[in-house]
């Protein structure tokens, strides 16, 4: 312990540690923070200031849509053969606006969007029933930028033998429940008149960009129903407003959770399979939430059409959904070193990847939450305690990451937040006490997630302009520092050199 803590002051004698004066100071003092963690602490508050600032900004000077586009896609039978093709029947906007800053690349993107609401698209003959199903896919930009897409696939209003259709809201916004719940009001509406639909989502289009944590309404009119009012939350944890974990930990054991999660740590090729379209996305979903605060850079595709199957050979890391039916396709592929989730291959090396004392106390809590969910299952508690196990995993890993960005031409890093800054990689990677633990921090150092994550902060600062995902994330670091250190002089928490 006395050695940890002589490393950190030996660290701050040659490394720039941000500190900030004022109010952040004062606050850290206030509540007895001192050494590193007076540094975090104090960039914390400039980041809280600083995020509050570009808030309002925004907020006064540019108009966020809630969705880009929405669509009606069809099945339709196709030219040639026997089989049925997806298009586009209905799309509100009607057009595209002239002014988009990539309409070529959402002209593309548009093109795609039927063949991920019918990946299965080969497999469909007309049915008398089909059971209402909701789940969603991504669209990676050429910029990086995601947009996704929340898809309602029903049998329409008739009788008879009939083919499903898919509406599905584009967004670029990340809230899964919210689209859920405008896409109930969408299969209502429909389900009375299709003409319905257009007024109800230009409403929609025209509400006001809800704020993390806020709530917006929308009034519209529905004749004989008169005016109504619809409220849309938004959550404030905006890193796991489009994820259901309850869906993941219904169809994955903890130990294979944690299989999955070390492979997609190392970045390698990863194939769920399963029998529904919804049981696909949320699990993919789920998993990729898991890596916050980094983000998957590589190929992602939820629900990955049989038509792009070649898409499992490349040589890159991706990470993919695969309906069953897909399968014996699947198996004529030359297939190598890729992980399938649910027919349980996988690299025989998932359960050593991660440091075994990390491992073993994300592995303890994932147990209890699901032995306390057998008698009363809350899912806003099963999220809260599943987010802030990995959370703290990354906390272990990389918390103390903000100590390590140094400038030469700006003494305070914190004040200039734009300031460009070099990361200090290997000494960084030397302030982890724990031997294992340096030793897969070694080869997680060498991923594109990390390399992005920590370029950003290279080229903007350690506080990317105070954005929320920095200060949700160093309220975590501040919080759980705290914790440990009042466990240490209370002598409940000993750090090991294992």
Not at 94 to 111: I, S, V, W, Y
Not at 146 to 167: A, I, M, S, T
Request: glycine share 6%.
């Amino acid at each position: 312990m006395r050695g940890r803590r002589s490393r950190f002051t030996g660290l701050s004698s040659r490394l720039h540690f941000p500190t900030v004066a004022g109010k952040g100071r004062s606050q850290a003092s206030q509540w007895g923070v001192q050494g590193p963690l007076k540094s975090l602490f104090s960039l914390l508050c400039t980041l809280r200031i600083c995020n509050s600032t570009k808030t309002r900004n925004s907020d006064n000077n540019h108009h966020r849509r809630l969705f880009e586009y929405f669509l009606v896609v069809s099945l339709q039978k196709a030219k040639t053969g026997g089989h049925y093709v997806p298009e586009v029947t209905q799309q509100f906007p009607p057009k595209l606006e002239r002014n988009l800053k990539f309409l070529r690349e959402t002209e593309d993107q548009l093109k795609m969007i039927p063949k991920f609401c019918f990946p299965d698209a080969k497999d469909w003959e007309p049915a008398d029933s089909y059971p209402s199903e909701m789940f969603s896919f991504a669209l990676t930009g050429e910029d990086g930028s995601r947009r996704f897409g929340y898809c309602r696939r029903l049998l329409p209003n008739g009788r008879g033998k009939r083919l499903p259709e898919v509406y599905c809201i584009v967004s670029r916004l990340g809230c899964f429940k919210l689209f859920s719940k405008v896409l109930d009001e969408v299969e209502r509406r429909r389900a009375l008149s299709p003409a319905l639909v257009q007024p109800f989502m230009r409403a929609i289009m025209e509400a006001q960009f809800p704020a993390p944590g806020r709530t917006i309404t929308v009034k519209t009119f529905l004749p004989g129903s008169g005016t109504e009012v619809m409220e849309l939350f938004r959550p404030s944890d905006s890193h796991v407003e489009h994820v259901d974990f309850e869906c993941l930990f219904s169809c994955l054991s903890v130990r294979l959770l944690l299989r999955v999660f070390a492979s997609v740590l190392l970045e390698r090729r990863v194939v769920f399979t399963a029998d529904k379209l919804s049981t696909l996305s949320q699990c993919c979903h789920a998993v990729v939430a898991l890596l916050y605060p980094f983000v998957w850079q590589h190929t992602y595709i939820p629900a990955l059409p049989s038509a792009m199957l070649d898409v499992v050979c490349t040589p890159t890391p991706f990470i993919v959904g695969l309906l069953t039916g897909s399968l014996p396709q699947l198996s004529e592929l030359p297939l190598e070193e890729v992980s399938q989730i649910f027919t349980h291959q996988d690299m025989d090396d998932e359960d050593t990847i991660l440091p075994s004392k990390l491992q073993s106390a994300l592995e303890n809590v994932l147990e209890r939450r699901r032995d306390r969910l057998v008698s009363s299952p809350p899912l806003d508690h099963l999220g809260t305690v599943v987010t802030e196990a990995f959370v703290r995993f990354f906390v272990e890993l990389v918390g103390h990451y903000p100590l390590f960005f140094f400038s030469e031409w700006e003494d305070d890093v914190s004040s200039a937040p734009s300031v460009p800054c070099a990361f200090q990689r290997e000494a960084f990677r030397k302030a982890i006490p724990s031997k294992t633990t340096r030793r897969f921090l070694e080869v997680f150092m060498e991923t594109r997630m990390f390399g992005c994550f920590v370029r950003e902060r290279e080229q903007h600062g350690p506080s990317l302009n105070g954005t929320g995902t920095d200060i949700a994330f160093l309220c975590h670091v501040v919080n759980y520092r705290q914790i440990s250190k009042k466990k240490k002089k209370k002598g409940k928490f000993t750090e090991e050199g294992d």
